[in-house]
């Protein structure tokens, strides 16, 4: 397999070669190929100089590295470039007038367009829909929601479980609602009609932001994929969270339990303060989510 992929020419590989089984090249260019190697960390020179060619599993390793990262930056620039190139076209059509509603034809086009956008985002949020995207990044958020039916498909629940457990978190819903994908808050891609391959790009910050309150919401209510479970509760606690999250009034509520209201507070504060709550209502939010209720 040749190593030109690398950035090495073939006479440099013959020579990072000959190095590895033992055998020393004598020809003119020899010198220069091996300050090359050196340079890319193929090679080495020992304590009288003589070249020592670097083992492949560190040094060819090395080098794969290298050039993955600089292809992926190579991607990211050419990502920039593609959307400049709907900025320039939006500044031909005329001068003062922005395109903030964009239609985009054909699935593979629109997934290629999210893609590109969604390469550098720090956040991407998406509703109803699987985005084939790569890996998220250290500083990159995403959050994707799903609905029960989508994940009885069991290689599609395989396949969100693998993006959520990478960093991609997902929760799920009861019903299908409206698909959409936000990137930065700053774009969205919805559906230009029911079940159909097109897809609307929307830059238009009051839409954008509309569509953002939205997902909140739908995230607020819904429930992790992977619940923690209930750690070790009690059927008396299990009757406290059930009725913290349909009761609106403590008296009623300790009347159905049959306690007093004092001991049905102090439940309530308790299960408050191993969830972490703030207050009731997030509390039966955050047991509805984690799958406790």
Same mark, same amino acid.
């Given at each position: 397999?040749s ?5 090495l020419t073939?006479?440099?590989e ?7 089984s033992?055998?020393e ?6 010198? =220069? =190929?091996?300050?090359?190697?050196a340079?890319?960390?193929?090679v080495?020179?020992d304590?009288?100089?003589?070249p020592?060619?670097?083992? #492949? ?7 794969i ?8 930056a190579q991607?990211r620039?050419?990502s ?6 709907h ?7 005329g001068?003062g007038r ?10 593979d086009?629109v997934?290629?367009r999210?893609?590109?956008l969604? %390469?550098?985002a ?12 790569p890996?998220p990044?250290?500083?990159?958020r995403r959050?994707t929601?799903?609905?029960r039916?989508s994940?009885?498909d069991q ?5 969100c479980?693998a993006l959520h ?20 808050r700053?774009?969205v891609?919805v #559906?230009?009609?029911p ?5 609307? %790009?929307?830059?238009? =910050?009051?839409?954008v932001?509309?569509?953002?309150? %939205? ?13 923690c479970p209930?750690p070790?509760l ?7 969270l059930?009725l913290?999250?349909?009761t609106r009034k ?8 049959g ?12 299960l408050l303060?191993?969830?972490? =709550?703030?207050n009731r209502f997030?509390g039966? %939010?955050l047991a509805?989510q984690?799958?406790?209720?």
């Amino acid at each position: 397999m040749s190593l030109s992929s690398l950035g090495l020419t073939d006479f440099e590989e013959c020579v990072y070669r000959d190095l590895l089984s033992g055998h020393e090249t004598t020809s003119d260019g020899v010198p =220069a =190929a091996l300050q090359r190697l050196a340079a890319l960390g193929l090679v080495r020179f020992d304590a009288a100089g003589h070249p020592v060619a670097v083992e #492949p599993e560190i040094g060819v390793s090395r080098l794969i590295r290298r050039r993955l990262l600089e292809t992926h930056a190579q991607q990211r620039r050419i990502s920039a470039a593609w959307e400049a190139v709907h900025l320039l076209s939006a500044r031909q059509r005329g001068r003062g007038r922005t395109v903030t509603i964009e239609q985009i034809d054909g699935a593979d086009r629109v997934a290629e367009r999210i893609r590109s956008l969604a %390469l550098d985002a720090q956040e991407v949020l998406a509703m109803h829909r699987s985005v084939d995207l790569p890996g998220p990044g250290e500083t990159t958020r995403r959050r994707t929601i799903v609905s029960r039916k989508s994940v009885l498909d069991q290689a599609f629940l395989d396949h969100c479980r693998a993006l959520h457990r990478s960093g991609d978190h997902h929760r799920l819903v009861d019903d299908d609602g409206q698909q959409l994908v936000i990137v930065d808050r700053a774009v969205v891609f919805v #559906p230009s009609e029911p079940g159909g391959d097109s897809a609307l %790009l929307i830059s238009q =910050a009051g839409v954008v932001a509309a569509m953002a309150d %939205l997902f909140e919401r739908v995230w607020s209510h819904a429930q992790d994929l992977e619940p923690c479970p209930a750690p070790g509760l009690t059927p008396r606690e299990r009757r406290v969270l059930y009725l913290l999250a349909s009761t609106r009034k403590d008296e009623v509520a300790a009347r159905e339990m049959g306690v007093s209201l004092r001991t049905y507070r102090r439940h309530v504060a308790a299960l408050l303060e191993r969830l972490g =709550a703030a207050n009731r209502f997030q509390g039966a %939010l955050l047991a509805k989510q984690q799958g406790w209720i």
